[in-house]
C-alpha cells in the first residue's frame, strides 16, 4: 500500500480502534415528551404549595422559575409525573398552560442549529474524534465547548498580545483550567479600573459564555478602530471569565442539557452544588434547598467549590481597582441589581438603579428588547448565596449587576435556556450597548 495512503490512514484506524475498544458511557439524558408548563401564583397559599412541591425530595421537579407571587412560574415536568403534577396543581387552583409539549424536540433544534452539533460528535465522528476535522476555530456567535473556548482565549490573546493575556485562576472539581483574558491598553501595569465580567457560572445558560466571547472578540478587534472600544480599552482593564462552571457546563453539552450545577459529589447518589448559591453572603437562606439533589443546593458550607473559591480568590486579589462586576445569566431580559438576598436595598441603591436604566434604555435602541431593571425580590424572587451580592456586601465593588438575557420568557414551542444559535449575535449586540453605557455613567 502506498505510505502516504497509510500516513492518513493510520492516525484514523487507531482512532477507530480506541473508541471500539473503549468503555461504553452512560448514555446521554433525554427528555422525550417532557413538558414545559406555566402556572401564575395569584396567593401566599399558592406560593407556598409550589415551594412545597419544588422542595419534594421525591419529585426533583426542575423550576426554571421559582413560585413568587403574582409572577409566571414555569416548571419541567418529566412525562411520567405529568397527571400527577397537573392534578397536585389544580386542587390548590393552579391551572398550568402547556408551554412546551416535547422538550427533547426543543432540545434537538437546538443541536441542529449548531455548525457541527454535539450528538454528532459524540457519535464516533472519527474525523472530529481524531482532530483531523475540527470545528470552525471561529467560535464567536457559536456555543462552543470548554476545551474551545481555551484554545480560542489563548490564540486571541497570541494575535492581540500588546492588548491581552490569558492567565489561570485554578481548576475546577475535575480539573478543568479557570481561564481568565485580561484585556486593555497597558494592562500589564495593572493600575486602571477593572471592569469584572463572569459568565456561565450555571452550566445549562449558553447563550451567556457565547456573549463572553463576543465581548472579549468586540474589544480586540475593534480596538483603535471603533472610537467607543478605543475609550473603553484605554480607561479600563477587563477581566472576563467566560467559563465559571467548566464541569458543568462541559456535562451540560455531551449528558444532560439541562444540568445546572457544579460536577462534585455530594451525599447520597446526588451531584452537584449551585454555586450561584454558594458564596457566602446569607448562606443557605433564600431561594436555597437542603436536598443535597436540588438544583438549588448550596452546598455543605460556602465556597465548598473549587469554581468559586478560585473566583473569590481573583476578586479579592484585584478588588481595590475593580469598579464594576458584572454577571452573565439567561433567562428572563433583565439587569438586576443588589441585593438578591434580602428586601433591602443597598445605601446606594438609587445610583445602582440610575446606572442599570441607563443601560436598559440602550439596550432597548439596538433590537427593540425590553429588559427591567430592579432587585431580584422585587422582580423574581430572593435567593442568597450569589456571586454578584458577594461582590458587592464582601468585596466591596460599588457596582454590581447580574444580567438575565434572552428570552423575556419561555413562549409556546420554545425554551427559555434552549436558545437557537442564530440568537447569539443579536443577543450580544444588545448587551455590548448596555455595557457602554453602563461602564461610561458608573462614578468612581
Same mark, same amino acid.
Given at each position: 500500500?502506498?505510505?502516504?495512503?497509510?500516513?492518513?490512514?493510520?492516525?484514523?484506524?487507531?482512532?477507530?480502534?480506541?473508541?471500539?475498544?473503549?468503555?461504553?458511557?452512560?448514555?446521554?439524558?433525554?427528555?422525550?415528551?417532557?413538558?414545559?408548563?406555566?402556572?401564575?401564583?395569584?396567593?401566599?397559599?399558592?406560593?407556598?404549595?409550589?415551594?412545597?412541591?419544588?422542595?419534594?425530595?421525591?419529585?426533583?421537579?426542575?423550576?426554571?422559575?421559582?413560585?413568587?407571587?403574582?409572577?409566571?412560574?414555569?416548571?419541567?415536568?418529566?412525562?411520567?409525573?405529568?397527571?400527577?403534577?397537573?392534578?397536585?396543581?389544580?386542587?390548590?387552583?393552579?391551572?398550568?398552560?402547556?408551554?412546551?409539549?416535547?422538550?427533547?424536540?426543543?432540545?434537538?433544534?437546538?443541536?441542529?442549529?449548531?455548525?457541527?452539533?454535539?450528538?454528532?460528535?459524540?457519535?464516533?465522528?472519527?474525523?472530529?474524534?481524531?482532530?483531523?476535522?475540527?470545528?470552525?476555530?471561529?467560535?464567536?456567535?457559536?456555543?462552543?465547548?470548554?476545551?474551545?473556548?481555551?484554545?480560542?482565549?489563548?490564540?486571541?490573546?497570541?494575535?492581540?498580545?500588546?492588548?491581552?493575556?490569558?492567565?489561570?485562576?485554578?481548576?475546577?472539581?475535575?480539573?478543568?483550567?479557570m481561564k481568565l483574558i485580561r484585556i486593555g491598553k497597558n494592562n500589564e501595569a495593572r493600575t486602571k479600573p477593572i471592569i469584572w465580567i463572569e459568565a456561565g457560572i450555571?452550566?445549562?445558560?449558553?447563550?451567556?459564555?457565547?456573549?463572553?466571547?463576543?465581548?472579549?472578540?468586540?474589544?480586540?478587534?475593534?480596538?483603535?478602530?471603533?472610537?467607543?472600544?478605543?475609550?473603553?480599552?484605554?480607561?479600563?482593564?477587563?477581566?472576563?471569565?467566560? =467559563?465559571? %462552571? &467548566?464541569?458543568?457546563?462541559? /456535562?451540560?453539552? @455531551?449528558?444532560?442539557?439541562?444540568?445546572?450545577? +457544579? *460536577?462534585?459529589?455530594?451525599?447520597?447518589?446526588?451531584?452537584?452544588?449551585?454555586?450561584?448559591?454558594?458564596?457566602?453572603?446569607?448562606?443557605?437562606?433564600?431561594?436555597? =434547598?437542603? %436536598? &443535597?439533589?436540588?438544583?438549588? /443546593?448550596?452546598? @455543605?458550607?460556602?465556597?465548598?467549590?473549587?469554581? +468559586? *473559591?478560585n473566583i473569590r480568590d481573583a476578586l479579592l486579589s484585584e478588588r481595590a481597582r475593580i469598579k464594576l462586576f458584572l454577571s452573565f445569566h439567561a433567562y428572563s431580559q433583565?439587569?438586576?441589581? &443588589?441585593?438578591?438576598?434580602?428586601?433591602i436595598k443597598p445605601s446606594d441603591n438609587q445610583e445602582l438603579m440610575r446606572v442599570a436604566e441607563a443601560g436598559v434604555a440602550s439596550l432597548k435602541t439596538i433590537h427593540?428588547?425590553?429588559?427591567?431593571?430592579?432587585?431580584?425580590?422585587?422582580?423574581?424572587?430572593?435567593?442568597?448565596?450569589?456571586?454578584?451580592?458577594?461582590?458587592?456586601?464582601?468585596?466591596?465593588?460599588?457596582?454590581?449587576?447580574?444580567?438575565?438575557?434572552?428570552?423575556?420568557?419561555?413562549?409556546?414551542?420554545?425554551?427559555?435556556?434552549?436558545?437557537?444559535?442564530?440568537?447569539?449575535?443579536?443577543?450580544?449586540?444588545?448587551?455590548?450597548?448596555?455595557?457602554?453605557?453602563?461602564?461610561?455613567?458608573?462614578?468612581?
Open positions: 500500500m502506498d505510505g502516504r495512503i497509510m500516513q492518513v490512514l493510520f492516525p484514523l484506524l487507531t482512532v477507530m480502534l480506541a473508541v471500539k475498544s473503549a468503555p461504553i458511557q452512560t448514555p446521554r439524558k433525554t427528555y422525550n415528551m417532557d413538558k414545559l408548563v406555566r402556572v401564575h401564583p395569584m396567593s401566599l397559599e399558592q406560593v407556598v404549595a409550589l415551594e412545597k412541591l419544588q422542595n419534594h425530595p421525591s419529585m426533583k421537579l426542575d423550576f426554571w422559575k421559582v413560585p413568587h407571587l403574582n409572577t409566571s412560574v414555569d416548571i419541567h415536568v418529566p412525562i411520567h409525573m405529568y397527571n400527577d403534577v397537573t392534578k397536585h396543581l389544580s386542587r390548590v387552583g393552579l391551572h398550568p398552560s402547556l408551554l412546551i409539549n416535547d422538550l427533547q424536540s426543543v432540545i434537538d433544534q437546538e443541536q441542529a442549529s449548531m455548525e457541527i452539533p454535539d450528538y454528532v460528535i459524540n457519535s464516533f465522528d472519527v474525523m472530529s474524534i481524531s482532530g483531523l476535522k475540527p470545528r470552525n476555530s471561529d467560535i464567536v456567535g457559536k456555543y462552543a465547548r470548554h476545551s474551545e473556548i481555551d484554545s480560542w482565549l489563548i490564540d486571541i490573546a497570541d494575535q492581540y498580545s500588546t492588548l491581552a493575556k490569558v492567565e489561570s485562576i485554578g481548576s475546577s472539581h475535575e480539573g478543568r483550567d450555571h452550566a445549562r445558560e449558553w447563550v451567556a459564555p457565547a456573549t463572553a466571547i463576543y465581548t472579549i472578540h468586540k474589544l480586540l478587534t475593534e480596538y483603535g478602530i471603533n472610537p467607543v472600544v478605543t475609550q473603553l480599552m484605554d480607561e479600563f482593564d477587563w477581566l472576563i471569565l467566560p =467559563s465559571a %462552571n &467548566p464541569d458543568g457546563y462541559e /456535562y451540560s453539552h @455531551t449528558m444532560d442539557r439541562l444540568w445546572r450545577k +457544579t *460536577r462534585s459529589r455530594q451525599s447520597g447518589r446526588c451531584t452537584g452544588v449551585d454555586p450561584n448559591r454558594n458564596f457566602d453572603i446569607s448562606f443557605g437562606g433564600a431561594g436555597t =434547598s437542603t %436536598n &443535597p439533589c436540588s438544583d438549588i /443546593y448550596p452546598g @455543605t458550607s460556602a465556597f465548598s467549590e473549587s469554581e +468559586t *473559591r433583565l439587569i438586576l441589581t &443588589p441585593y438578591g438576598y434580602t428586601s427593540g428588547e425590553m429588559y427591567t431593571a430592579g432587585t431580584p425580590p422585587d422582580l423574581l424572587y430572593a435567593a442568597s448565596g450569589g456571586s454578584y451580592d458577594w461582590a458587592k456586601s464582601v468585596a466591596g465593588i460599588q457596582y454590581a449587576y447580574t444580567y438575565e438575557m434572552r428570552p423575556a420568557e419561555a413562549s409556546f414551542g420554545q425554551s427559555g435556556f434552549i436558545l437557537s444559535e442564530s440568537e447569539i449575535i443579536p443577543n450580544a449586540e444588545e448587551v455590548w450597548a448596555s455595557l457602554v453605557t453602563i461602564a461610561t455613567e458608573i462614578q468612581y
